[in-house]
């Protein structure tokens, strides 16, 4: 599992890869969070659940970022050390998941404001799972 931050204009976007889509989830997320903080502290902060649905791969992708930036607003947490398990049922996609809540105050937070469908990209490869997605700062 690998992501690494890229330059945007006036934006940052992540770049993801991972042997399973569900790793590659968990991998943008803990890009988000490193969008979001330089330095993220070893320990501290509880675990809490995030369970989402979408129509389509690229939908859950944004609305899984999208609850996390919820939940950092909401709970003044950076969620790291994410956790998800992607996968269709129903006709649905869903991801379950999870991640550790770091609160605001111990660290040294940049807002991320949105998550964009710009250039988003979620795709299978011969080595496993590419992901990019670009954030609003």
């Known amino acids: 599992?690998?992501?690494?931050?890229?330059?945007?204009?006036?934006?940052?976007?992540?770049?993801?890869?991972?042997?399973?889509?569900?790793?590659?989830?968990?991998?943008?997320?803990?890009?988000l969070?490193?969008?979001?903080?330089?330095?993220?502290?070893?320990?501290?902060?509880?675990?809490?659940?995030?369970?989402?649905?979408?129509?389509?791969?690229e939908a859950l992708l944004f609305d899984y970022l999208d609850q996390l930036i919820f939940e950092r607003d909401v709970r003044a947490v950076m969620p790291v050390d994410n956790e998800a398990s992607v996968e269709e049922r129903d006709g649905e996609w869903v991801l379950t998941g999870s991640a550790r809540g770091v609160s605001l105050d111990e660290i040294d937070a940049r807002e991320i404001k949105a998550v964009t469908y710009s250039e988003m990209r979620v795709e299978e490869t011969d080595e496993g799972w590419e992901a990019y997605v670009v954030l609003d700062v």
Do not use: K
């Open 1 to 31: 599992m690998s992501f690494e931050l890229r330059d945007h204009t006036a934006d940052v976007a992540v770049a993801a890869s991972a042997p399973t889509r569900s790793v590659l989830f968990a991998a943008v997320a803990d890009g």
């Open 33 to 57: 969070a490193a969008a979001g903080c330089d330095e993220i502290p070893e320990t501290g902060g509880d675990r809490f659940d995030v369970e989402v649905r979408a129509e389509n791969v």
